[in-house]
T-cell receptor
Framework: EDQVTQSPEALRLQEGESSSLNCSYT??????LFWYRQDPGKGPEFLFT???AGEEKEKERLKATLTKKESFLHITAPKPEDSATYLC???????????FGKGTRLHILP | KAGVTQTPRYLIKTRGQQVTLSCSPI?????VSWYQQTPGQGLQFLFE???????NKGNFPGRFSGRQFSNSRSEMNVSTLELGDSALYLC??????????FGPGTRLTVL
């Protein structure tokens, strides 16, 4: 069964303190892995799609990487406005369903 | 380009009632997916519609149903509401790529 596990569940960092969020996945043939950001009371906001192991994508202070079993979302020198829940999701070939992890709640302290 | 819109944004119902939620996708997007989000379970897939046909369905009871119209707008219906149906219901649309873009959600409270 396709599965996505995110860790840690919650993370508190000081402003400027870099860290990484983990997304481990089990899927029968990865079609795509997605990262989203969700602010309280709002819908998820699309960040990145990764398709194959070794691929990396960057946007401002965020960089997403992908291996055959997991993805990392690296946050460099975060600011308080980066505080949000970050969601990881996967889609398998032959299945249009997208399966989400439960997310990592990130809190950046000023 | 306008984003995904959902109406209403907030809804309060009582047990046993039914509810209909609406979603307008991004112009040109033919796929609409619905999700239920709760603090304990996270985002759970309900169903996906593509060109007016249900293409995929999650593990929810038959009380949850949906449809899509020729203009790609979609509705989901929940009949015989239960307390456990209280959640944020999210709609997402996608075009030729498989990237999904979400609306702001409808917050449903069942009393």
């Amino acid at each position: 069964e396709d599965q996505v596990t995110q860790s840690p569940e919650a993370l508190r960092l000081q402003e400027g303190e870099s860290s990484s969020l983990n997304c481990s996945y089990t899927v029968s043939g990865l079609r795509g892995l997605f990262w989203y950001r969700q602010d309280p009371g709002k819908g998820p906001e699309f960040l990145f799609t990764l398709y194959s192991a070794g691929e990396e994508k960057e946007k401002e202070r965020l960089k997403a990487t992908l291996t055959k079993k997991e993805s990392f979302l690296h946050i460099t020198a975060p600011k308080p406005e980066d505080s949000a829940t970050y969601l990881c999701a996967v889609q398998a070939w032959g299945d249009d369903k997208i399966i989400f992890g439960k997310g990592t709640r990130l809190h950046i302290l000023p | 380009k306008a984003g995904v819109t959902q109406t209403p944004r907030y809804l309060i119902k009582t047990r046993g009632q039914q509810v209909t939620l609406s979603c307008s996708p991004i112009s040109g997007h033919r796929s609409v997916s619905w999700y239920q989000q709760t603090p304990g379970q996270g985002l759970q897939f309900l169903f996906e519609y593509f060109s007016e046909t249900q293409r995929n369905k999650g593990n929810f009871p038959g009380r949850f149903s949906g449809r899509q119209f020729s203009n790609s707008r979609s509705e989901m219906n929940v009949s015989t509401l239960e307390l456990g149906d209280s959640a944020l219901y999210l709609c997402a649309s996608s075009g030729d790529s498989n990237e999904q873009f979400f609306g702001p959600g409808t917050r449903l409270t069942v009393l």
